[in-house]
């Protein structure tokens, strides 16, 4: 008989105890599976490998014991126990205080264990009940809000409930964490979680919305011996911490009042940024309060004042990410020059640089200024006088604009066109956010000029058919007879809906799609504001499932990718209206000229305009569209002059002839990535050195560095921000600049060269500029020296 070694034959009573043996077991359970355990073990007896055995009854047991003893065969028999059969199962050594009654009562033996992984009893029970940070050998400033809301949390209670022995679990862990800490903050933790968990959730919930705040607050709401135990705790490992729901109220109520008391004392930017560096960033309340110091206008806040708030406030729960982008609109932007008079190039480069950002802060915080109103004036002024000149240039005439997409259908691409009714250049932003979202570069952005009145009703039908002409037919048929004339036949998809768009099929072929969009039109005629939103936030919501439907027709085309191409274009913009640039006139005249007051303008025919008072004209343009045949005469407002009143409504209103109203973007958007080209700078009074030819400059002097950059891209750019990387300076001052498409601007940047920057042979600067959404660094070098200027051959010329 081959000898055996430590009993490798195994045979064990388990009654009916709940079990889940191991896969290489035989369980006897009938007698058969007696008969079938007798043969194996006759066959292990000649063969010499092991068997275990798992027996329900005790009559198999017995006779398995005669059996074996009849066969000489060594075996070893045991009766197994709730803990024995749970050690097994869960691969741990059993804690002494553990009783078989437990193992029974929670149903332990039920419960198949997610791995074989060696932990000790505490870990593994209390990993696999509540999570996997129990696994960790220590407690860290990362774990802690793992912790807290595992045993502290809704379903924690649930869980100790139902598992009574969890606690004395949790002391056994807590107990080793605090062993292995020379943190004096996790032994206090340690000892204090076993015995009331959410008094501590509670407490370091506190000092997680409070930890910032003048320390009276948190004295309000935590005993004394609470306020040492929570200050004793990293600020870091609370950070991430849930906010329990007693603590959160608490910890609010004190904020608001320390603000109601504060508030009227910002009234500056050091000031206000101390009151933002004091809030948690995690409160929507926090930030509501904020935002209501920045409305009460005690001070002119900065654009650092503005970054302050969005860092701080960027992973706060409830705050969107167009809210935060929406401050923007708090900081006065540089004044617009004074336009007395210019061409179309230069009143479109002055509206989009400069007056489009100042008027969209004006109408978001109710701010009349009169002399760019006047300067508005004078584009009214320009814009009817020159209106004709301007619509017979193809480059700059919104009916225009569409001319070329048959040539890129010809060359097998897929061509979709994006009609987006009312698109303001203010808020190309958010439409440019969402395309990029879905996966789209944006390759192109120019401005155009709408017809006049700037409705859809004098521009819509003009852009589709490329001509001036009256609504003749439907869009659907005079795209269709464009694409005989003008693009090479190609089929025609005329979506009215986002709903047509989201069920368009993917093409195979080439083909031309239009997307007429109206829905923008109607949010930004509507009171966004009375509604708890924004307009920014409803055409970000609209554009985003605009941009994933076409995303999803991008994914599912399939020709190459440089040939899926996206047309932007619109037919109007529009503007809000301020209290003072509303003209009151004689209520039954405006209710019978200006039927609609989402519109500015009047039409009329040539009989009616002798009846028309004379100081109405004076507000703006007697008017008549040159292009078109028609027996209708248009009352155009100058300016914002706006006599049809909106009433209580805060929408947009169009039919004037605004800059906001007139220029209007188009873009276009594909599925690569395009190739910019790099911008090209030279430096401006540079004084040479004649015998190196190197630029002198004086340390500890302040200079002011003049760099004259050429955007040599089809799309405008701008200079985000600079810096000097050699030698050490001081950079004092740099404001960031646009450079027209095509065009030179100058940047500027106030220095002061350090004394270590004596010897230096190198001037290197980095620029960061922006095109298309993306951003791109530009190093620029420069051959310099620097020097005292105490040296000799120093002049005062020379500052």
């Known amino acids: 008989m081959p000898e055996r070694d430590a009993h490798p034959i195994m045979v064990s009573y388990i009654g009916d105890l709940p079990h889940n043996p191991p896969d ?32 329900h009854s005790r009559t198999h047991f017995t006779w398995l014991r005669d059996f074996t003893e009849q066969i000489q065969c060594a075996a070893r028999f045991e009766e197994k126990t709730p803990l024995s059969l749970l050690a097994e199962q869960w691969n741990v050594v059993l804690p002494e205080w553990l009783t ?59 869980v100790f409930k139902r598992y009574p022995f969890l606690h004395r679990c949790l002391e056994d862990k807590c107990q080793k964490w605090a062993s292995r ?57 609370v950070e991430n911490l849930p906010f329990e729901p007693t603590a959160r109220e608490q910890a609010l109520n004190q904020i608001e009042l320390l603000f109601d008391e504060i508030q009227s004392q910002a009234t500056s930017s050091d000031q206000f940024q101390k009151v933002v560096g004091w809030t948690s960033g995690r409160l929507f309340k926090e930030f509501a309060l904020i935002l209501n110091i920045l409305k009460r206008k005690q001070f002119e806040p900065t654009e650092k004042d503005i970054e302050w708030v969005k860092a ?84 700059l005439s919104l009916t225009h604009c569409l001319g070329d997409i048959g040539a890129e259908a010809f060359n097998g691409a897929f061509t979709m066109i994006l009609l987006v009714d009312c698109l303001p250049v203010a808020f190309m932003p958010v439409l440019d956010n969402a395309m990029r979202t879905a996966g789209f570069s944006r390759h192109s952005l120019s401005y155009r000029f709408a017809g006049l009145p700037t409705v859809t009703e004098c521009n819509k039908f003009a852009l589709l058919s490329g001509q001036w002409q009256n609504n003749a037919g439907n869009y659907e048929a005079v795209l269709k007879e464009r694409s005989k004339s003008e693009w090479a036949g190609f089929d025609i998809a005329y979506l009215s809906t986002l709903k047509a768009l989201s069920e368009m099929p993917a093409p195979r072929e080439p083909m031309i799609a239009v997307l007429n969009l109206i829905d923008g039109d109607e949010l930004l005629h509507s009171d966004a504001e009375s509604k708890n939103t924004t307009h920014e936030d409803e055409l970000h919501r609209l554009f985003l499932r605009m941009a994933e439907a076409v995303g999803r027709l991008s994914e599912e085309w399939g020709g190459p990718k440089d040939h899926f191409n996206i047309y932007v274009v619109t037919d109007h913009g529009a503007c809000r209206v301020l209290d003072e640039e509303k003209q009151s006139y004689d209520s039954g005249v405006v209710k019978k000229l200006f039927p609609n007051e989402k519109h500015r303008f009047s039409a009329m025919t040539q009989d009616q305009v002798d009846a028309i008072p004379s100081n109405l004209w004076e507000l703006g343009y007697r008017f008549k ?27 947009y209103m169009h039919g004037g002839v605004t800059p906001e109203e007139v220029i209007v973007p188009t873009a276009l958007y594909k599925m690569v990535k395009t190739s910019w080209k790099k911008p090209a700078v030279r430096f401006l009074n540079i004084d040479p050195i004649k015998e190196t030819g190197r630029a002198k400059f004086y340390i500890q002097r302040m200079i002011t560095l003049k760099i004259e950059i050429q955007n040599p891209n089809a799309t405008p750019m701008r ?81």
């Not at 332990?108 to 999570?131: C, K, N, V, Y």
């Not at 078109?628 to 929408?651: A, C, D, I, M, W």
Request: one cysteine or more.
């Open 24 to 55: 290489d077991t035989l369980l006897v359970h009938r007698d058969l599976d007696y008969v079938r355990a007798c043969r194996q073990l006759a066959e292990v007896l000649s063969s010499g490998n092991g068997l275990t055995i798992w027996v």
């Open 625 to 651: 569209r040159p292009f078109v045949t028609e027996n209708t005469v248009y009352f155009l407002p100058r300016g914002h002059n706006t006599v049809r009143q909106p009433g209580s409504r805060k929408g």
């Open 100 to 158: 078989d009654a437990d193992a029974v009562a929670c149903k332990l033996l039920d419960i198949q264990p997610e791995s074989q992984a060696t932990l000790a009893f505490d870990s593994r029970m209390l990993s696999h009940f509540l999570g996997p940070v129990f696994q960790r050998n220590a407690l860290g400033v990362d774990d802690l809000p793992l912790v807290l809301k595992a045993v502290a949390g809704d379903d924690a209670k649930a």
């Open 181 to 237: 800490s020379n943190e004096e903050w996790v032994r206090d933790v340690c000892q204090r979680l076993p015995h009331d968990p959410v008094q501590v959730w509670r407490a370091l919930s506190l000092w997680a919305g409070l930890n910032g705040y003048p320390g009276k607050l948190l004295e309000y709401v935590l005993v004394p011996e609470g306020v040492l135990f929570v200050r004793k705790v990293p600020p870091e490992a």
């Open 719 to 799: 200079i985000v921000r600079a810096g000097v990387l050699s030698p050490e300076t001081d950079l004092k001052g740099c404001e960031p600049i646009e450079v027209p498409a095509g065009k030179t601007n100058t940047l500027e940047l106030s220095c002061y060269f350090k004394k270590s920057a004596t010897g230096e042979k190198n001037l290197e600067i980095e620029l960061v500029y922006e095109i298309a959404g993306e951003e791109h660094i530009l190093p620029v070098i420069l051959e310099s020296e620097f020097k005292s200027a105490m040296s000799s051959g120093f002049s005062l010329k020379d500052l």
């Open 312 to 395: 701080k406030f960027k992973g706060c729960p409830g705050v969107s990410e167009r809210q935060l982008n929406s401050l923007r609109r708090i900081v006065k932007p540089k004044r617009p020059a004074a336009m007395v008079e210019g061409d179309a190039s230069k009143w479109v480069q002055w509206a989009v640089d400069q007056y489009i950002p100042y008027r969209d802060w004006q109408v978001h915080n109710d701010h009349y200024d009169d002399e760019i109103e006047r300067t508005v004036g004078r584009f009214s002024d320009w814009y009817v006088d020159a209106y004709a000149s301007v619509h017979q240039d193809p480059d």
